[in-house]
């Protein structure tokens, strides 16, 4: 029987995306608005087979829905499979998704249950359910099931000092007893990312590494490996592959005080990086990209304020487009042109040159003329000192693209492979 997984087609970080530009709109005249209301352009579906290439529209695993909604920024995906029916909230998170899909094909190739079977034979077969219920429910199986205040300051005691567990983790006790380091090596095999979001996958993963761990075969080392670094935000480069496995296969609780310690050094204030560190929508992951790319800008003054938009984050999906906004963004410092300091944008970022040029970079897969962002695009030419640049990871409509231009901007679409080269 096929799985239907019923994903959010709108979560929270829609709201976020949908009002982070409206407050500049505000500021607009009224009567300006009144009168040009019908002008702005409206959302409206656009076709898989016109804004992907065919390569990644479909293959034996899985099929891309031809209707594609666009929300003014990103486009948002459905993808059915053998596995279930899934949702990409952009085109960055649907190769990620597509990548996943072939993952969990090539994982669901791997029988586990002589495994099963001989740990069983070893263990017993109460020692295996309760490893088992460990792994699954550890707070219930050690402590019982605590709610109300007194677990809100528990975990509010919890953070001082230390770190809280993220929603992708596995628990603390799966991680003490080795399943988390067999699931990463297992990750690491099939380039995925071990706090992926998404459940087949995560399920497939738990399997593989329960197997390896009970019966010691070394699922994680014998298994083929799938091409590609689906786990990383963006590129495919082979720094990314490193920074995927260093990730699968580095501790959370290790990864957690790396990037404690290279934001202090950043000299970024404590509580800001305690606050950003312990919020559980950021996996280990997304905050160790996310750290890579603000050492790549250390030079950039005013760094804090990245982490203070990372703090407005409330889901996954948030975190993600301020994390791929900041890889972007490092990679034009890298790549393009040193960037002074970061500036206030709305709810988000942008940067400025020395020269006082803005620079504004966005993961966004279709910018339309919306009455939000021609809200944001005259606040910011308000603002510029010279000229304005946009860097984006799609591409514009032809009346967003022209009232740019008309504004002075210089609009610089599809530009991952600038900003961002495969090496």
Known sequence: MRTRLHLPAAPLFLLFLLTLLIMPVLLLPVAGLAAGRDNFEQPRPLRARDVLPPAILQDKNYTVADRVDNDGLFNHYTVSS???????????????????????????????????????????????????TLFEDPEKTLEGAVSGVNSLFNRAAATIGSREITDSEDSRVAQFIGLSKSKGQIATRFAVNMYSSNPVLQEELDRLALADYMGG????????????????????????????????????????????????????????????????????????????????????ADLGLLLKVALQASDPDMARIITETAVLTAGYHKNIGRLARLAPMARLFCAEKKDGTLVVVLPTDHIIWSARVAGVAKGVTGRAKKGIEIWTYGDFSDRARSELE?????????????????T
């Open 82 to 132: 053998p596995f279930g029916t899934f949702r990409a909230n952009s085109t960055s998170a649907l190769l990620t998704l597509v990548h996943e899909i072939r993952a969990i094909a090539a994982m669901k190739k791997i029988r586990t249950d002589e495994t099963t079977v001989q740990a069983l034979k070893q263990s017993g077969k109460k020692t295996v359910q309760g490893l088992k």
């Open 217 to 300: 075969l070394g699922v994680g080392l014998a298994t083929a490996v799938v091409p590609g670094a689906g786990g990383l935000l963006l590129t495919t480069s082979g720094t990314a592959r490193l920074l995927n496995e260093a990730i699968n296969t580095t501790p959370a609780s290790e990864l957690w005080l790396r990037n404690r310690d290279k934001l202090r050094k950043l000299g970024i204030n404590s509580d800001t990086v305690e606050l950003f560190l312990n919020n559980p929508v950021f996996s280990p992951a997304a905050t160790t990209v996310l750290v890579a790319a603000m050492e790549e800008m250390r030079d950039v």
């Open 406 to 422: 008309r504004l002075g901007w210089q609009v610089h679409p599809h530009s991952q492979d600038r900003l961002v080269p495969a």
